[in-house]
């Protein structure tokens, strides 16, 4: 495993982090605990440390699952991981609706109850990296920012960061509170945040990049037969999962086996590859609930592409025809 420094605030992570997200949560039921603490070892014997949480991430019988999971299986190895945990968002669980719409909160009392909570359900007294999940129309994005100013001065909080924020919010949170990280979907079919690296990069701010592999698709393993639970496996409504997008993508599937091929690699590892390559400040999180697939994913960091190849894949990429991409579940209005 090779590291990288996440911005320009000191924090230096795993070139590949784990996401964990999916071990409770939106792609079946939630994983045993058991099964999964064995699997996060693991990835600490591999050199995996960056750990991605939040505190929603869980089942309506159990919403706190991912971070109660994480809290226990990593907390032989506290000192030596980074784990990261988001705040200011909850599920609308009486919708009915499958992913259940989004309800922001980033109240300042809301925050304080959140991260009392997070630091409960993951056995710690500090959070490394804390998010806001997603911007909440009704509190200014300063006022937030001052609240977790305060939670860093108190201890409580190391670094902290946005997820799927504008470029203006951005820049009025990191005028208060200088920002570490900012975590956005991105991957070969989701490239829209791509926008945002100018102001990334000239504010010294890393990119965690979620759903790298477009939700699985991209490491080539499904296909048109490829079957999801409806209810519990949110790819079920994907559209990159419908039986008639793969004849869409598969210009783009083609592209990455052959230079996987050529890199004596795995498409997987050549989606990666291919962010890790662009910026030094990329830090991609895919997640997993297997062993090989842990170990395909850190074994892309060895995979090396040229500036140049990074530049012929943006070109195919842009006239290249595919299907739409999941782009993130809908905040309740």
Request: with cysteine; charged share 25%.
């Amino acid at each position: 495993m090779n590291y990288r420094n996440l911005g320009n605030r000191g924090l230096r992570v795993s070139a590949i982090g784990l996401g964990c997200m999916g071990m409770s949560h939106a792609y079946g039921a939630p994983a045993d605990h058991r099964e999964m603490a064995e699997l996060l070892a693991k990835a600490m014997d591999m050199g995996y440390d960056f750990f991605d949480t939040a505190e929603v991430y869980g089942t309506p019988d159990n919403p706190h699952d991912n971070e109660e999971l994480l809290g226990s299986a990593l907390k032989p190895y506290r000192n030596r991981v980074v784990i990261a945990t988001k705040f200011g968002l909850r599920f609308d669980l009486e919708s009915g609706r499958i992913p259940y719409p989004l309800i922001p909160d980033s109240r300042p009392e809301t925050i304080r109850k959140s991260v009392e909570g997070s630091l409960r359900r993951l056995q710690t007294d500090h959070i490394d990296l804390y998010y806001q999940h997603r911007p909440d129309p009704d509190v200014p994005v300063e006022e937030v920012a001052g609240v977790v100013q305060n939670l860093i001065k108190e201890g409580k909080v190391l670094y902290w960061g946005l997820s799927e924020a504008s470029e203006e919010d951005i820049c009025r949170a990191n005028a208060v509170c200088p920002l570490t990280a900012v975590q956005d979907r991105y991957s070969m079919m989701a490239r829209w945040h791509e926008a945002l690296f100018p102001v990334l990069e000239e504010l010294g701010i890393g990119l965690v990049a979620f759903s790298p592999l477009a939700n699985g698709l991209l490491s080539d393993r499904y296909n048109a037969a490829s079957h999801f639970e409806a209810g519990t496996d949110y790819r079920a409504g994907m559209p990159q999962f419908q039986p008639d997008s793969y004849d869409k993508n598969h210009d783009l599937l083609q592209l990455i086996r052959r230079i996987a091929a050529e890199k004596n690699a795995t498409p997987a590892q050549i989606s990666l590859a291919w962010m890790l390559c662009k910026k030094p400040w990329i830090v991609p999180i895919p997640g997993t609930r297997k062993l090989d697939r842990l170990q395909e994913n850190a074994g892309a960091t060895d995979v090396m592409l040229t500036n140049a190849e990074v530049k012929q894949i943006d070109k195919a990429l842009d006239a290249m025809p595919m299907s739409d991409v999941f782009g993130g579940t809908k905040i309740k209005a």
